[in-house]
């Protein structure tokens, strides 16, 4: 396809040719608009620090604790990543502790919704934001066979591992 400016006219019929700057005529107008609107939720707001929506891509989203609610689209949602960013902020261990010997922050799937939990060590505590669920770590089921959390009994990996072998023996390997 040829995409030469000048030879634009020529691909086109007339009638393609004005609905084609028609449509980019009010995306520019929308666009303008969009970011006319964003100013002013600004200025209305200037106390807030707003994040960026996921639906709009404009930075109007206001964030209290994990819920959330963009100024501009209207959507409302559920994100952890605020409060989860917080709380690793304020107990990751630094690079001299971690060299120590101190163990990080982890982040695992929540056995109980699916969403982010952070496991600190540090402080013997699972945390997810989205389900409030806050416990010990010992308390958090793992794989039998290799620790990981959020597993009952033996997780996918180690069932594999454990398949791959008993075939291998079977194979005289």
Not at 55 to 70: G, L, M, W
Request: charged share 35%; net charge negative; hydrophobic share 25%.
């Amino acid at each position: 396809m040829d995409r030469n400016p000048e030879n634009f006219e020529k691909r086109f019929t007339n009638d393609e040719t004005n609905v084609y700057l028609d449509i980019k005529k009010r995306i520019l107008n929308l666009n303008n608009y969009l970011n006319q609107t964003e100013k002013e939720i600004h200025n209305k707001y200037p106390d807030i620090d707003f994040k960026t929506c996921p639906k709009c891509h404009k930075k109007c989203v206001k964030v209290n604790h994990i819920e959330c609610e963009c100024y501009l689209c209207g959507i409302n949602y559920s994100d952890t990543t605020y409060e989860r960013k917080k709380y690793i902020e304020k107990n990751q261990p630094s690079y001299r502790e971690i060299s120590q010997g101190a163990l990080q922050i982890e982040e695992i799937e929540c056995p109980f919704c699916n969403d982010v939990m952070l496991i600190d060590y540090e402080n013997d505590k699972a945390i997810c934001f989205m389900c409030n669920e806050e416990s010990c770590i010992d308390d958090i089921d793992n794989c039998e066979r290799c620790g990981k959390f959020g597993i009952t009994g033996i997780c996918d990996d180690c069932l594999e591992d454990m398949a791959l072998m008993q075939w291998e023996i079977s194979r005289g390997k």
